[in-house]
């Protein structure tokens, strides 16, 4: 690895690190890196996931006000989360690319309407509830999408914030940063565990994990400060913009 190339991973990194706090789908600023740097596609993408996890945990950090009264929602996702990233690190290892790459860009295009329609859909299904009551408790439903997401995020993972962003807006009420808190933590848990799934049976350049560690750190910070002072419309703008990017990016690929 030369000295230029190093420097490009770790900026890379940073800016990874606060595109995943903010929104989410930092890996399609370090993947294409990695790639261009001539790292195989699955040491690359391993790489790059364990890499990104030290900067979603100072993003939950700097999100802990968010964050509080939340942990028993996030103990909850986390369950299917796990499993999910689970199985999607197997299919990883089994699938051909071509199978999963068809579904990808269709899935981060539904989480962009979801993220659009979400408080439109939010409105009219608290109009037609006989109960007041705000929809605060994780039932079958978002259990299940968050174990689709965990499977994406397993799998590759790029987007997988904006996915569960559209999935939580549309089934959850709550304030569009408490969705974004409780993304940071999935997320950060579906890295780690398909991470150590491929520790165990794929390449991992550890040169390239701690530039990616230590720019993502630094970004989770500053994502964390951005994030948090967006109001919710600019936020949710920020996620369509970047979702859009993303599934640009992808369908370019």
Not at 12 to 40: C, E, H, K, Q, R
Not at 47 to 55: E, F, H, M, R
Not at 174 to 187: C, E, G, P
Not at 224 to 242: F, K, N, S
């Amino acid at each position: 690895m030369t000295l230029g190339g190093a420097v490009l991973i770790a900026v890379a990194g940073v800016w990874a690190g606060m595109i995943n706090t903010i929104v989410g789908s930092g890996t399609l600023v370090t993947f294409p890196v990695l790639l261009a740097l001539g790292y195989p596609p699955l040491t690359a993408n391993v790489s790059n996931g364990l890499g990104l996890v030290p900067g979603a945990i100072t993003g939950a950090v700097g999100y802990r006000r968010e964050l509080v009264g939340r942990w028993g929602r996030v103990a909850r996702l986390a369950v299917p989360t796990v499993v999910g990233a689970l199985v999607g690190s197997l299919l990883l290892l089994v699938l051909p690319a071509s199978a999963f790459d068809a579904v990808v860009p269709v899935l981060i295009a539904l989480a962009i309407v979801l993220v659009v329609i979400g408080p439109w859909v939010s409105r009219r299904v608290a109009a037609r509830r006989t109960s007041g009551e705000p929809r605060t408790r994780v039932r079958p439903a978002l259990a299940g999408a968050t174990f689709g997401t965990g499977i994406y995020g397993g799998y590759f993972g790029a987007a997988q914030g904006v996915l569960l962003l559209g999935v939580m807006g549309l089934l959850l009420d709550d304030d569009l940063q408490r969705h974004n808190a409780v993304k940071i933590v999935l997320t950060m848990l579906a890295n780690l565990v398909s991470g150590i799934v491929f520790v165990l049976v794929a390449p991992v350049s550890w040169p390239v994990v701690g530039l990616i560690a230590g720019g993502s750190i630094v970004g989770g910070v500053l994502g964390a400060l951005i994030g948090r002072r967006l109001p919710p419309v600019v936020l949710r703008a920020v996620i369509v913009v970047v979702g859009l990017a993303a599934l640009v990016q992808l369908l370019l690929r």
